[in-house]
């Protein structure tokens, strides 16, 4: 079973949250609905702008630590990489 590590944002260089899990698509969905964080509820976070797969949930996690203490330019510049308009991923 895969894991994700991802990223959403509020907007184009807005506000950034950083999260791991096995089911990407309810997640982000959760996400959206303010089902699950307070924070991104609050702040309209709810844009998939950057995911990563991993084959096992300890390389997932390890990854997730990393980027939440990365500095925001380093976050913008991987979401950027891959995804320069900050398209949301799961968006057709």
């Given at each position: 079973?895969?894991?994700?590590v991802?990223?959403?944002?509020?907007?184009?260089?807005?506000?950034?949250?950083?999260?791991?899990?096995?089911?990407?698509?309810?997640?982000?969905?959760?996400?959206?609905?303010?089902?699950?964080?307070?924070?991104?509820?609050?702040?309209?976070?709810?844009?998939?702008v950057?995911?990563?797969?991993?084959?096992?949930?300890?390389?997932?996690?390890?990854?997730?630590?990393?980027?939440?203490?990365?500095?925001?330019?380093?976050?913008?510049?991987?979401?950027?990489?891959?995804n320069p308009?900050?398209?949301?991923?799961?968006?057709?």
């Amino acid at each position: 079973m895969p894991y994700f590590v991802y990223i959403l944002a509020s907007r184009m260089n807005g506000t950034l949250y950083v999260g791991v899990t096995n089911d990407l698509a309810r997640r982000v969905h959760e996400h959206k609905s303010g089902i699950t964080s307070n924070f991104t509820h609050k702040n309209g976070v709810e844009r998939l702008v950057f995911a990563e797969s991993f084959e096992n949930v300890e390389e997932a996690i390890a990854m997730e630590k990393r980027l939440k203490k990365w500095r925001r330019a380093w976050k913008i510049q991987l979401i950027e990489k891959s995804n320069p308009d900050w398209q949301d991923l799961l968006l057709p």
